[in-house]
């Protein structure tokens, strides 16, 4: 008998095998806060009624401040439809596990953090308070930058779809400052027996392709600068031969600045803060009623003249130019920025509960992990350590630590 059975062992591979642990972690039920936003005039909401509907039907919680959606449209009775809980105080969304915001944090809030939480965050350098990140790092806190995660080696959805937004809005509010009371009184794309408008774009990235699109859809004569040489190919690949590109050498840079109608700065920053390219010199050099449009004022701008401004009151005039430099230009069409900031949160947030949480999840994917800048309570990014002259340790030696 024991004969036979071997004999079937070795016909059909019977051998025992070793058992393959279960290395997926169990989904986990998340907790939500959406806190209504009172930073710069920010009108955006990071998750839509559909995305709210989608996320608690697979068994989330989701907690909602009052009007945190009025200012793109969305009301309380959507939310409420959606399995939403509104409530009317800060307090009460503060009490969830994971903290959804679409503005930096600030002074205001940090009276209702809680120990150990994760606050999910765009990340302004100019606008970091050091205040701030001690009580974040006393708490324990986890915070996640949006514009730091990535989904893939180069390709940061959030800082490109808002690249995208900024960029053709930025073509669009350069045309009415033309054409406005402080303007020329032209048109950006001319007509026939008048010339376009030069454009002069700082930056081949996103933001840069963006409005070098929306521009020449118009009409408009379009130069781009930057000194990324794979970039500006990659926009002549693109957009065809008829779109001038360089790279910021100054004196051409300054040339051809002086020549343009408008500007558009759309740098990408540098470990948080945008290099100042275009000198005031520079500036006084352009033609009076020129346009600037710095979509880097974020992240401390690329013009030396420019200044925050806000939504009431966005331009301001010097050396004759326009400058326009509103922090956060995508709130402008809060309803748009919304629908593109929910399409990236709403899978994020299934595969983070599929993986059984926040630490699991910086864990297990090294591309989330990057958005990761404060990891319960210890700074992780070395450029805001630096910055308030804190300790820094490397997130993969904490994790490592962690099992």
Not at 8 to 24: M, N, R, V
Not at 221 to 234: A, R
Not at 310 to 335: A, L, M, W
Not at 393 to 403: C, M
Request: net charge neutral.
């Amino acid at each position: 008998m024991e004969a036979t059975i071997e004999k079937i062992k070795k016909e059909f591979k019977l051998t025992p095998q070793e058992a393959l642990a279960d290395i997926f972690p169990i989904k986990k039920s998340l907790y939500i806060g959406i806190p209504k936003e009172d930073f710069f005039q920010e009108k955006r909401i990071p998750l839509t009624p559909n995305s709210i509907a989608s996320l608690i039907n697979q068994g989330h919680r989701i907690v909602i401040e009052s009007c945190a959606g009025e200012a793109s449209n969305f009301d309380d009775e959507e939310y409420i439809n959606a399995g939403a809980q509104i409530v009317t105080s800060k307090e009460e969304v503060f009490k969830a596990n994971i903290i959804l915001k679409t503005a930096p944090i600030t002074n205001s809030e940090v009276q209702y953090f809680q120990s150990n939480q994760a606050i999910f965050s765009p990340i302004l350098i100019p606008h970091l308070d050091k205040n701030i990140m001690k009580r974040m790092m006393q708490l324990k806190i986890t915070a996640i930058a949006y514009d730091y995660i990535k989904a893939s080696e180069n390709y940061y959805p959030y800082v490109d779809s808002m690249g995208d937004i900024a960029g053709s809005f930025s073509i669009i509010l350069a045309g009415k400052y033309l054409s406005g009371e402080n303007g020329k009184g032209i048109l950006l794309g001319g007509i026939a027996g008048q010339p376009p408008c030069k454009v002069l774009i700082i930056g081949a990235g996103n933001v840069g392709l963006a409005a070098a699109k929306s521009a020449i859809g118009l009409g408009a004569q379009v130069q781009i600068f930057d000194d990324d040489i794979q970039l500006l190919n990659q926009i002549r690949n693109q957009l065809g031969n008829n779109i001038y590109t360089s790279v910021l050498d100054p004196l051409n840079l300054k040339k051809n600045l002086s020549r343009a109608d408008v500007a558009i700065g759309a740098l990408h920053h540098i470990d948080g803060l945008t290099p100042k390219i275009i000198t005031e010199t520079m500036v006084a050099q352009m033609k009076k009623s020129a346009v600037i449009i710095d979509t880097c004022i974020d992240h401390g701008g690329c013009f030396e003249t420019s200044r925050i401004t806000n939504h009431d009151q966005p331009i301001f005039i010097k050396h004759g130019v326009i400058h326009y430099c509103v922090p956060n230009i995508t709130s402008s069409v809060s309803r748009t920025a919304s629908y593109s900031m929910s399409n990236i949160l709403t899978p994020l947030f299934r595969k983070l509960s599929q993986y059984g949480g926040i630490e699991s999840f910086v864990r297990s994917d090294k591309y989330f992990r990057n958005g990761v800048f404060l990891y319960k309570g210890t700074i992780t990014k070395e450029f805001i350590a630096s910055k308030f002259e804190l300790k820094y340790t490397d997130l993969n030696l904490l994790i490592t630590s962690d099992f």
